[in-house]
């Protein structure tokens, strides 16, 4: 019922940037959060940054100053523009939202997920 197709990862040096794009599509009636969250080898998935449909935005102690995300609600989309990238930052990428779908009258808000995009730092 509901996607999340994400994209702009890939690999990048120490010190460079890169933009993630997050696009959700399918039957929604309202998005409520979004977000990206990361999964580094052997650690557990934790937040990165979130943003609500009025623009507040909360993030990770270790991103702040560096990472900003913002969201198009028009076009259904949450970007994650990431600056100043460490190898420490290198991770798989999830694309997160809270979804409001309408189907048959009958509403149910769930979370839902991107297949996850790889961002590799090299130092």
């Known amino acids: 019922q509901v996607q999340l197709v994400e994209s702009g990862g890939g690999l990048v040096q120490a010190g460079g940037s890169l933009r993630l794009s997050c696009a959700a599509s399918?039957?929604?009636?309202?998005?409520?959060?979004m977000g990206w969250y990361r999964q580094a080898p052997g650690k557990q998935r934790e937040l990165v940054a979130a943003?609500?449909?009025?623009?507040?935005?909360n993030y990770a102690d270790s991103v702040k100053g560096r990472f900003t995300i913002s969201r198009d609600n028009a076009k259904n989309t949450v970007y994650l523009q990431m600056n100043s990238l460490n190898a420490e930052d290198t991770a798989v990428y999830y694309c997160?939202?809270?979804?409001?779908?309408?189907?048959?009258?009958?509403?149910?808000?769930?979370?839902?997920w991107g297949q996850g995009t790889q961002v590799t730092v090299s130092s």
């Open positions: 997160n939202a809270y979804i409001l779908v309408v189907t048959s009258g009958l509403s149910s808000a769930d979370d839902y």
């Open positions: 399918g039957r929604i009636f309202s998005i409520y959060s």
């Open positions: 943003i609500t449909s009025g623009g507040s935005t």
